[in-house]
């Protein structure tokens, strides 16, 4: 076995902006009053994108979306803002310093046509967003992938 476990979220809203110019300070800002209004962030991503924009993307409880788009508009008028309906976040955590783990997980997704919608990795866990109506399979498939589905013999 290569890695210790998997979990899943329950369904998660998720906030994607855009970010125009070098305003690297964009996603703590949106942490900070997040923190301050008690909504718990499940997943972040910040990256510069291949346009030279900052892309933003924010996980949250599903019935807090709304008041997190305030946030961010408030925060950032300017900034463009869509949202990704019925997601969930799937994470394997591997034992520590093994490279094949992340190959794996996004491999078998990727053969298996489950679309990654977002991916972050760290020395404890590997953690992608993936459509909710695709969890339950994604979860399966990644379970045979890392050897936590016994095979049962039916010969006795």
């Not at 301050?36 to 900052?54: G, K």
Request: charged share 20%.
């Amino acid at each position: 076995m290569l890695i210790n476990g998997i979990k899943t979220s329950p369904v998660v809203g998720c906030i994607k902006g855009i970010v125009q110019g070098n305003n690297f300070s964009a996603l703590s800002s949106f942490l900070k009053t997040f923190g301050e209004r008690n909504i718990n962030i499940l997943f972040a991503v910040q990256i510069r994108n291949s346009n030279d924009l900052i892309d933003i993307t924010l996980c949250i409880n599903p019935d807090r979306v709304e008041e997190g788009i305030a946030i961010i508009k408030k925060i950032s008028p300017n900034i463009r803002v869509t949202t990704l309906p019925s997601l969930n976040i799937i994470s394997v955590f591997p034992y520590r310093d093994n490279p094949e783990i992340s190959f794996i997980f996004l491999k078998t997704l990727e053969n298996e046509s489950i679309p990654v919608l977002a991916v972050s990795t760290s020395l404890s866990s590997i953690s992608c967003l993936v459509p909710h109506d695709q969890i339950k399979e994604a979860e399966d498939y990644l379970k045979k992938a890392f050897g936590l589905i016994r095979q049962r013999n039916i010969n006795g």
